[in-house]
């Protein structure tokens, strides 16, 4: 090589474009690492911020939990419950009567007739109700002395952060005028501590006024109403027995204990109330949310793995060319549905569909039908189900799609079925593949919040799982949907926000949970096979 | 043989009365081709070949990459059916005299009959037990007696049972490339297959499991027939009886190996086995 060509060759190695000082490669290098670069950083941040807005919570829990006791409403809260078993026990009584009312109109009295024959049993009513009135006087009135210290103790705080802010400010005769008192939540309570011996009497008189009157129980001849009022009579008894544990909790009760940080802890991730704007207590405990949409997740994965991972099979071991070029787009397709559309028509058509067809005469076996709300966790499952589909479709058939096709002739060459190839040799090859793709379909699932916002009826309570399948047909609200319906109007910065954000938190590690398991599932596979 | 007219026929219910007089004739060729053309889609693959594979002998076909070796010997156990492009314009096979593409013959059942070996080595992803009864298993048995004798007759049959009778339990994958290859000749013939298709079954063996697969075949011969795809020459040579050459989708000559290496009577075939082309 002479000289001459070696020294071009040098220069075209030199001259290669450069902007800036950087070559393209490099700066090809530098745009794609630093796209990665950016995303990792924003994630990080958004875990950061996400677990910054969301630790404060505890603390403010905590504060409010101990305000709860040491003002006393704790203790009103538990007669308060004494209270609440009462009055359902005469809900029950009033739904008998009104049971009667409708037969008697059913069997053709006019109201003048139906009137007569009811007033005889109109005096039980009554008198059953009168017994529950000195309970709840009680209550009120020790909670109405409660509150008001509860109420005026906030107050003085918020005058003392005033008048801190007014001393930074430098206002100090301003702050000075500020009246700022002590209050001894003790002496409140107190008075309503004192009055604990009328409560005991109240007891003995309820008690006893429940077991003069039970005799009386009205008899109606008609048998379902008879067996109601047998019902009742048990339920009254329970009621009695019950009354000396309500009692006991409540002479129990101390003020003075305080509340650890992993109280509120505790009742955060396994509380059963989410109450929010109380004027008594707000409540911020996630199983209501958390049971709502594990129930609706289920719901839509057994709708969505067994129609994905068919269709996967389907389309990637039976169809023909045509057929998977028609389907495999279509699938496909439905995840590009935006998610309000799927729930706007879940609102107008498939919740009102489920809930005629529950009405249906030939369907009046099934114990829980006809249904009542047209909003609940099957309405919202069976649409999530829907865009839960093609992920698990994709996914699965991209795992089938990976088993070698000489697995699939041998298999063939060995005079199997097709389906006996797929169901010994395709499909065990394939399963861990799958099975990650239906952990990723319940994250996707989990995450979800449109549809759920919109159909699956937000009650927040825990699902009735003793009632057995049924549940699936019960309002229930969920981790997401809470936060997208209560995060735009709180205060920010306030308990109800943090609390917000935990469930974000929450949710985010469950997200976390499962990607890590299904990319734990998938590396296995992958190392089995190579 | 008479197992697979025995059971074509009771599949097809057709009387072929010239059966009882072939049985006798030892020559009679077990698989017939006649006049067959084969496509792929508008490709064709194969044009009108005529040839005859004899019973417990061993045929090779050679021939340059391409020219559709690999598509007459699936044609041969219907595994074309997979592919769904492939199409048959013209002409039949006939095993034992009975078409095996008259659609009153089952597939399945003909597959087992005539088993299939091929040119990467495909173990399932199972124990080496499960792989050889993966044929079994799939019939239904479940006798377990009867299951490990066939695992013991089928591994001793493809000489790998000294090398795995301790560890039956593990993956098929775990042997090495030539055992696998002879995992999934055991495989195959725990079917019972009466005759054994091989496509290239050395090709990513080393020459000491070559060693081992050929003198594997010549013992298999007497109870299989078999019937071989393979680039060297020297294999064909070594393990044929008779061999077939085919150019461009044609069967150029077929015959006697010894005729073919020492004086094919064409052209072609002599350049391509001296090496010239191909
Ligand atoms: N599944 C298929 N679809 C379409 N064309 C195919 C298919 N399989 C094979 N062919 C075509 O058919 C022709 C014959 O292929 P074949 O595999 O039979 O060749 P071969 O003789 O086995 O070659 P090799 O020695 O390389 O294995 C080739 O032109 C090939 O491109
Ligand atoms: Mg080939």
Redesign the interface.
């Known amino acids: 090589m002479d000289k001459r060509s070696f020294k071009s060759r040098y220069q075209l190695a030199c001259n290669r474009k450069s902007f800036l000082g950087l070559t393209r490669e490099s700066a090809l290098k530098g745009l794609f690492g630093g796209n990665a670069f950016v995303s990792i950083v924003v994630l990080g941040l958004i875990t950061l911020f996400l677990f910054k807005e969301g630790a404060g919570f505890f603390g403010q829990y905590r504060d409010s939990l101990l305000l709860y006791r040491q003002s006393g409403l704790e203790y009103v809260e538990l007669m308060r419950g004494q209270q609440n078993a009462l009055s359902a026990l005469t809900r029950y009584l009033n739904s008998i009567r009104s049971r009667q009312v409708e037969k008697l109109a059913e069997e053709g009295y006019d109201f003048q007739e139906s009137r007569a024959i009811t007033e005889e049993s109109e005096d039980f009513f009554y008198d059953f109700e009168d017994l529950a009135v000195p309970l709840r006087e009680h209550v009120i009135e020790a909670n109405e002395i409660l509150s008001a210290a509860r109420d005026s103790y906030q107050e003085m705080q918020n005058l003392s952060e005033h008048r801190k802010s007014l001393l930074e400010s430098g206002r100090q005769d301003e702050a000075d005028a500020l009246e700022i008192r002590e209050i001894d939540f003790a002496l409140f309570f107190d008075i309503v501590k004192s009055r604990e011996s009328e409560y005991i009497e109240i007891n003995e008189n309820l008690i006893r006024g429940i077991e003069e009157i039970l005799p009386s129980v009205p008899y109606f001849g008609d048998a379902e109403l008879q067996a109601k009022t047998e019902r009742f009579k048990e339920l009254a008894e329970m009621f009695i027995e019950e009354v000396s544990k309500f009692e006991e909790n409540v002479l129990a009760w101390e003020r003075a204990r305080s509340v650890p940080i992993s109280e509120a802890f505790t009742s955060f991730i396994f509380g059963k109330k989410w109450v929010t704007n109380s004027s008594i207590q707000d409540w911020y405990g996630l199983i209501p949310l958390m049971s709502g949409s594990f129930l609706v997740a289920l719901v839509a994965m057994f709708f969505a793995v067994p129609l994905g991972i068919g269709a996967a099979i389907y389309v990637n071991q039976v169809a023909r060319s045509l057929e998977r070029d028609l389907i495999k787009p279509y699938i496909e397709f439905i995840s590009a549905i935006p998610s309000v559309v799927i729930g706007f028509f879940g609102i107008a058509v498939f919740g009102t569909l489920i809930r005629e067809v529950s009405g249906w005469e030939s369907l009046a076996w099934i114990d829980f039908f006809p249904i009542s709300e047209r909003l609940n966790a099957f309405t919202a499952g069976g649409l999530l189900a829907l865009m839960a589909i093609p992920t698990i479709f994709t996914l699965a058939e991209d795992a089938l799609n990976n088993v070698p096709l000489s697995y699939k002739e041998a298999s063939m060459a060995m005079g199997s079925t097709r389906l006996q190839t797929i169901l010994r040799i395709i499909v065990p090859t394939a399963l861990s593949g799958i099975i990650s793709a239906v952990l990723l379909g319940f994250g996707r699932v989990i995450g979800e919040t449109m549809v759920v916002l919109l159909c699956a009826g937000n009650r927040i309570e825990i699902p009735r799982f003793a009632e057995g399948i049924g549940v699936v047909f019960e309002p229930v609200h969920t981790m997401t949907g809470i936060i997208a319906q209560e995060l735009g109007e709180v205060v920010h910065g306030s308990m109800h926000y943090r609390a917000l954000f935990m469930v974000g938190l929450v949710l985010f590690l469950i997200s976390l949970l499962i990607n890590y398991f299904a990319q734990k599932i998938v590396m296995k596979f992958q190392i089995s096979r190579g | 043989m008479s197992l697979v007219s025995l059971r074509l026929q009771k599949e097809i219910k057709m009387d072929t009365p010239a059966v009882d007089s072939q049985r006798v004739d030892r020559n009679r060729p077990l698989i017939r081709i006649s006049d067959f053309d084969f496509s792929y889609g508008d490709k064709q693959a194969l044009f009108d070949i005529n040839m005859d594979i004899a019973e417990h002998k061993v045929t090779a076909f050679i021939g340059p990459s391409g020219c559709g070796k690999s598509t007459l010997l699936r044609c041969l ?1 219907r ?1 074309n059916d ?1 592919i ?1 492009s492939a199409r048959i314009n013209r002409g039949k096979v006939e095993v034992n005299g009975v078409d095996i593409y008259d659609e009153r013959v089952d597939a ?5 009959r005539i ?2 070996v ?1 040119q ?1 080595s ?4 199972k124990s080496i037990y499960e792989n050889v009864i ?2 079994l ?3 239904g048995i479940k006798k377990k007696s009867q299951l490990d004798e066939t695992v013991e007759r089928c591994l001793k049959g493809a000489a790998l049972w000294e090398e795995v009778k301790d560890r039956l339990d593990t993956s098929g ?1 775990s042997l090495s490339g030539g055992q696998q290859q002879r995992l ?1 000749i055991a ?2 013939m725990a ?1 019972g297959p009466e005759v054994l298709l091989m496509d290239e079954p050395c090709s990513a063996l080393d020459p000491v499991a070559t060693a081992k697969i050929e003198e594997l075949i010549h013992e298999l011969k007497n109870d299989y027939t078999i019937v071989i795809v393979t680039h060297n020459m020297q294999q064909a040579a070594r393990v044929s009886d008779q061999t077939a050459f085919f150019y461009m989708g044609n069967l150029i000559e077929m015959n006697a190996t010894d005729q073919i290496f020492m004086s094919p009577d064409k052209e072609q075939t002599e350049a391509y086995i001296s090496g010239r082309f191909g």
């Open positions: 156990n595994m997979l769904e399945t059942e003909l597959r087992k088993g299939m091929f990467k495909n173990p399932f992803p993966y044929g298993r799939i019939q994958l999934c495989r195959a079917v």
